[in-house]
């Protein structure tokens, strides 16, 4: 007599069917806190308990990729688990794909390559479990382990069916798009006849392939969705929880798979629903093991205290704080001399245009440094070919917002990146710091600067300082997990 039966229901849930007094305490034990719970205004009016929970009391659904922490609760509570044939299909594809990436034909300008262990190994686990979140750090390759698993099933698996891979911004629509025309050249895939990159277009719905962001897809009704056997999603962190959960379950694909360079466990909501929906993690590598083994540039992070000499009355609230910070002259002054002094190219990012990335522009002008200014507002084109002109560029500016190049673009020949704006976002971080670990025939070393600002507060009670202080205290706590050098300069400037 078994205590629960778990079911198949479609791609991406099972259903457990047990008693109402089990499903209650699944109900329970799949509940977690959301981030940031506390300072939800349904939470302070008491009408939610500030939790998610991924496990459904009245039908017995939860997400596919959780099967394993319902195994562990049945084993926990000594109860007895019959699991249906068809779910054991959701996780197993028998196929010969060893044989099949052993004559890809990888390419990169024009020069074969081979694809590294650990992206073999992702490309394998990923097809033949049909569902997987792989884990693969900046300039770990991540655009060639999705070019394998795309180009094997739709050569070899689909029929008719279509393959559709989502990523975060629309310049990395173009970029991945080029990217595979690139890995293509000497195996003769015929990119463009088989890719689309728009959705709206009428004679591209029929192509086998649409690579497109999840802005332009995550209110589609779910008949949009019919068709797409295989779902690749990049970036996957990037998604807000709305949008992501609504993709993955309008897209009943049999195979799934999630792709980030950074996922914060300590997010446990995040983590579950990206697990859920994507099977379980496999880590291919670490940053600190490419910088071993020279695949990618050795990091040094430079950390820049500034101190103010004199101060006014300064606000507590973060933003005003902020504001005050980037309207600084002197330290604007700063950021714009030392990107002139350092030799190769540099990448300044910055969080508001209007208030300081317009600023900054203006400030560079004195200087005979080329500058190019990248923001929201810049067309996809425009990027792409400032991104062309900066890979053979040799001692250029580039001024561009977290947003737009935080995450995902590909500029190997980056000497040197400037945090012009305080930030304490994990992913932001790794994100931004990954776009200078590309290396290139002449680079092999890549500078971070740091910028952190003491305004007030008491080294006494690190508590009591400022904001831009505290998430600078939040960024060395990465920088120590993932193994990278720093140092800490002190600047005192007078306020203005």
Same mark, same amino acid.
Not at 289 to 296: A, N
Not at 345 to 373: D, P, Q, T
Not at 468 to 479: C, D, L, P, T
């Given at each position: 007599?078994?205590?629960?039966?778990?079911?198949?229901?479609?791609?991406?849930?099972?259903?457990?069917v047990?008693?109402?007094?089990?499903?209650m305490?699944?109900?329970?034990?799949?509940? !977690?806190?959301?981030?940031g719970y506390k300072?939800?205004?349904?939470?302070?009016?008491r009408?939610?308990?500030?939790k998610? !929970?991924?496990?459904?009391?009245?039908?017995g659904?939860?997400?596919?990729?959780?099967i394993?922490?319902?195994?562990?609760?049945?084993?926990?509570?000594?109860?007895?688990?019959?699991?249906?044939?068809?779910?054991?299909?959701?996780?197993s594809?028998?196929?010969d794909?060893e044989?099949?990436?052993?004559?890809l034909?990888?390419?990169?300008h024009?020069?074969r390559?081979?694809l590294?262990?650990?992206?073999?190994?992702a490309?394998?686990?990923?097809?033949?479990q049909? !569902?997987?979140?792989?884990q693969?750090?900046?300039?770990?390759?991540?655009?060639?382990?999705?070019?394998?698993i795309t180009?094997?099933l739709?050569?070899?698996?689909?029929?008719?069916e279509r393959?559709?891979?989502?990523?975060?911004?629309?310049?990395?629509?173009?970029?991945?798009?080029?990217?595979f025309k690139?890995?293509s050249?000497?195996?003769g895939?015929?990119v463009?006849s088989?890719?689309?990159?728009?959705?709206?277009?009428?004679?591209? !719905?029929?192509?086998?392939?649409?690579?497109?962001?999840w802005?332009?897809?995550y209110k589609?009704?779910?008949?949009?969705f019919d068709?797409f056997r295989?779902?690749?999603f990049?970036? #996957?962190?990037?998604?807000t929880?709305?949008?992501?959960?609504?993709i993955?379950?309008?897209?009943?694909a049999?195979?799934?798979?999630?792709?980030?360079?950074?996922?914060?466990?300590?997010?446990?909501?995040?983590?579950m629903?990206l697990?859920?929906?994507?099977?379980f993690?496999?880590?291919?590598?670490?940053?600190?093991k490419?910088?071993?083994?020279?695949?990618?540039?050795?990091?040094?992070v430079n950390?820049?205290?500034?101190?103010?000499?004199?101060?006014?009355k300064?606000?507590?609230?973060?933003?005003? $704080?902020?504001?005050?910070?980037?309207r600084?002259?002197?330290?604007?002054?700063?950021?714009?001399?030392?990107?002139?002094?350092? $030799?190769?190219?540099?990448?300044?990012?910055?969080?508001? #245009?209007?208030?300081?990335?317009?600023?900054l522009?203006?400030?560079?002008?004195?200087?005979?440094?080329?500058?190019?200014?990248?923001?929201?507002?810049t067309? #996809?084109?425009?990027r792409?070919n400032?991104r062309r002109?900066?890979e053979?560029?040799?001692?250029?500016?580039?001024?561009?917002?977290?947003?737009?190049?935080?995450?995902?673009?590909?500029?190997?020949?980056?000497r040197?990146?400037?945090?012009?704006?305080?930030t304490?976002?994990?992913?932001r971080?790794?994100?931004?710091i990954?776009r200078?670990?590309?290396?290139s025939?002449?680079k092999?070393?890549?500078?971070?600067?740091?910028?952190?600002d003491?305004?007030y507060?008491?080294?006494?009670?690190?508590n009591?300082?400022?904001?831009?202080?505290?998430?600078f205290a939040?960024?060395?706590?990465?920088?120590i997990?993932?193994?990278?050098e720093?140092?800490i300069e002190?600047?005192?400037?007078?306020?203005?």
């Amino acid at each position: 007599m078994f205590d629960i039966e778990i079911r198949k229901v479609n791609n991406v849930y099972i259903q457990v069917v047990a008693d109402a007094s089990i499903r209650m305490g699944l109900t329970e034990y799949f509940a !977690r806190y959301v981030k940031g719970y506390k300072f939800h205004p349904k939470y302070k009016a008491r009408i939610w308990d500030g939790k998610i !929970r991924f496990f459904s009391y009245q039908n017995g659904y939860i997400y596919v990729g959780l099967i394993k922490d319902v195994l562990e609760y049945c084993k926990s509570e000594n109860l007895k688990v019959k699991i249906d044939d068809e779910v054991k299909t959701l996780f197993s594809f028998s196929c010969d794909i060893e044989k099949y990436l052993e004559n890809l034909a990888l390419s990169a300008h024009g020069e074969r390559i081979e694809l590294r262990d650990y992206q073999r190994k992702a490309i394998i686990n990923a097809i033949t479990q049909k !569902r997987k979140l792989i884990q693969s750090p900046t300039s770990s390759g991540k655009s060639s382990i999705i070019y394998g698993i795309t180009k094997y099933l739709i050569d070899e698996v689909f029929e008719h069916e279509r393959m559709l891979i989502v990523v975060p911004t629309v310049n990395l629509v173009t970029q991945l798009k080029s990217d595979f025309k690139d890995y293509s050249t000497l195996n003769g895939w015929d990119v463009d006849s088989l890719v689309s990159t728009s959705t709206d277009k009428k004679d591209d !719905r029929n192509k086998r392939i649409l690579i497109t962001t999840w802005q332009s897809i995550y209110k589609n009704d779910e008949d949009w969705f019919d068709g797409f056997r295989g779902m690749i999603f990049d970036e #996957v962190h990037q998604a807000t929880a709305k949008s992501l959960t609504g993709i993955g379950k309008k897209c009943d694909a049999e195979f799934r798979i999630g792709l980030s360079g950074s996922i914060n466990n300590e997010d446990e909501t995040s983590e579950m629903t990206l697990r859920g929906l994507f099977g379980f993690k496999m880590v291919t590598t670490t940053t600190k093991k490419l910088m071993e083994e020279g695949i990618v540039a050795k990091l040094k992070v430079n950390c820049i205290h500034i101190k103010y000499s004199f101060l006014g009355k300064i606000s507590k609230d973060y933003q005003e $704080e902020i504001d005050w910070i980037i309207r600084q002259d002197r330290r604007n002054e700063l950021i714009i001399e030392l990107a002139n002094n350092l $030799e190769g190219n540099v990448l300044i990012l910055f969080s508001l #245009v209007e208030k300081h990335g317009k600023i900054l522009r203006e400030l560079a002008k004195k200087y005979n440094k080329e500058v190019f200014f990248v923001y929201g507002g810049t067309d #996809v084109d425009q990027r792409e070919n400032i991104r062309r002109i900066a890979e053979e560029h040799k001692g250029c500016i580039i001024l561009a917002s977290y947003q737009t190049f935080s995450t995902g673009v590909n500029i190997r020949n980056i000497r040197h990146i400037i945090f012009a704006s305080p930030t304490k976002s994990f992913f932001r971080v790794i994100q931004s710091i990954g776009r200078g670990l590309r290396t290139s025939s002449t680079k092999t070393h890549c500078d971070v600067y740091d910028l952190f600002d003491e305004i007030y507060g008491s080294p006494k009670d690190p508590n009591t300082y400022n904001f831009s202080m505290k998430h600078f205290a939040e960024r060395v706590k990465i920088y120590i997990k993932e193994g990278f050098e720093y140092t800490i300069e002190k600047i005192d400037l007078e306020a203005t």
